[in-house]
């Protein structure tokens, strides 16, 4: 436990610039060898920069792994191909919808109601009952018969985690 | 002899101590503390929520109320939005019981409130803990439920030592990849929240309000009964009920299914108005969602579960229409 701490602290001091070159650097060749350093260390950057404020887009989860791959490749062409096939199928993963809290939920319900805009889920309708997805049909506007769904589900979610989302169920509708 | 007699209470004192330390490091005890702290505690704090490559920032006040709650919501990051939330007792803990035998054929009716040993019992996540870090100025205790097979995500949390409260939330998939996250960036634990903290700011905020109906549902639709037949492995039914889309709506079925931390909606629409039944699959983030009609009805399948979770249970949907009630005569 105390080593944990220990390295929490550590890690906050380095995403707050305030480690000294020597333990910069073991600090970096630790979160290059550690999955779980790395997911920390982004971690506490995303607290850092949220705090600051204005901020409404961040580097995508694996952005740090992605960097690391790149750097390790043999192959620099090939590996930005390969990115660029990941960052693709991100897209349709930065859409919002509902989330996996009720506090999200209700806001991205009210984006369902009133367009959503980019934001908006994509929906593929498919033409035939044993189509693949790669056939199916990109549509950008949610049926409103998927989002009422979509919101009702995310409406028995709680804050911080889908475990709870059985405490919650409502029965009179909105 | 007198001697051991005078340190038994000193040493009885040791072991249950020592017993009191070993249970808090114990993930499952640590997963039923969080379910329970859902409404137990008010609070007022700022939360980010990150999907993808999208976060936004959440200005919460959250009052437990006599077994129910009442929240506000304000974005304060992006398009200003706001919810008022009101929560009633009935609904809050209606996970908690168990609902009453109503058709639900093929599928063991489990009260929801018992995630921890859903968990236990069909072992289909890996519960660890890394040990304690620090979210909102807080200690927390980190609790890691990797999922054995690809019908399910990961989670990790990291609970508030004192309560159980969830201060960190992350979805991650079979890749690793992280799907959602949720972090409480400041936090404080109120004794009494302030009306006026509850009252919404803006004139454009949007008003939610669940109130629980006596009769707690049916699972029984007018012309039949539904049930699942081979669901995913570590799924069941663990809450069935009646639910009505505005007021000029029909009534769908809605079921709550569950692994135990997963949650699967399957909503069943009963009305003869699906003359053009509708098939199709969504997306977003963590979520997926497919539509299909089965037996005539029109059933949608929602959860944060990955795609073919949602379509094999959309799959396991079984209807008995009411003339074939006593009969083993399912339709699909």
């Avoid at chain 2, 609070?43 to 993808?52: K, L, P």
């Amino acid at each position: 436990m105390n080593s944990q701490v220990s390295k929490s602290e550590r890690l906050s001091a380095l995403v707050d610039n305030e480690t000294d070159t020597f333990e910069t650097r073991r600090l970096i060749d630790e979160l290059m060898k550690s999955g779980e350093d790395r997911a920390q260390w982004s971690r506490y950057h995303l607290i850092g920069d949220s705090l600051r404020g204005g901020m409404t887009q961040v580097a995508p989860a694996d952005f740090l792994a992605r960097v690391q791959e790149g750097i390790a490749g043999d192959a620099p062409l090939d590996v930005s191909a390969g990115s660029r096939q990941r960052l693709r199928w991100l897209k349709p993963v930065a859409g919002v919808g509902v989330a996996a809290t009720v506090a999200m939920a209700s806001l991205l319900g009210l984006q369902m109601v009133t367009g959503g805009g980019d934001d908006a889920p994509t929906v593929m309708v498919e033409g035939a009952p044993a189509s693949e997805p790669a056939e199916t049909e990109m549509v950008t506007a949610p049926d409103p018969r998927f989002a009422r769904y979509l919101e009702n589900h995310a409406e028995l979610v709680a804050p911080g985690s889908s475990a709870f989302a059985r405490v919650r169920n409502s029965v009179d509708g909105e | 002899m007198l001697r051991w007699r005078r340190d038994l209470p000193a040493t009885l004192l040791m072991l249950l101590s020592l017993t009191l330390h070993a249970g808090q490091d114990d993930p499952n005890l640590w997963l039923e503390r969080m379910a329970q702290s859902l409404h137990t505690h008010s609070y007022e704090g700022t939360f980010i929520f990150q999907r993808g490559d999208r976060i936004d920032t959440v200005r919460v006040v959250h009052s437990a109320e006599d077994g129910g709650y009442r929240e506000r919501l304000q974005t304060l990051t992006g398009s200003a939005r706001e919810v008022i939330r009101s929560v009633d007792r009935i609904s809050a803990l209606k996970g908690a019981r168990v609902e009453g035998d109503g058709g639900q054929q093929g599928a063991p009716q489990r009260p929801p409130a018992i995630a921890g040993s859903m968990l236990r019992a069909n072992e289909r996540y890996d519960l660890k803990s890394p040990g304690y870090d620090r979210i909102a100025g807080f200690p927390c205790y980190m609790l890691h439920a990797e999922a054995r097979d690809g019908y399910r995500y990961s989670h990790q949390y990291c609970l508030h030592r004192d309560t159980g409260l969830p201060l960190l939330s992350e979805l991650i998939d079979a890749d690793g990849q992280l799907l959602e996250r949720l972090v409480f960036t400041e936090l404080e634990f109120l004794d009494v929240v302030f009306e006026e903290s509850l009252k919404a700011h803006g004139c454009d905020a949007r008003h939610i309000e669940i109130r629980s109906a006596d009769d707690g549902g049916t699972v029984t639709g007018q012309d039949g009964e539904w049930y699942f037949e081979g669901l995913p492995p570590g799924f069941a039914t663990v809450i069935a009920t009646e639910r009505v889309f505005g007021p000029d709506a029909a009534p769908s079925l809605h079921f709550v299914l569950s692994d135990g931390l997963a949650t699967v909606s399957v909503y069943v629409a009963t009305s003869e108005e699906v003359s053009e039944a509708f098939e199709g699959y969504t997306r977003s983030g963590a979520t997926h969602a497919v539509a299909r009609p089965v037996a005539g009805h029109q059933v949608t399948v929602v959860g944060e579960v990955p795609k073919k979770t949602v379509e094999w249970i959309a799959d396991s949907a079984r209807f008995r229409a009411a003339a074939d009630a006593g009969q083993d005569a399912p339709a699909r």
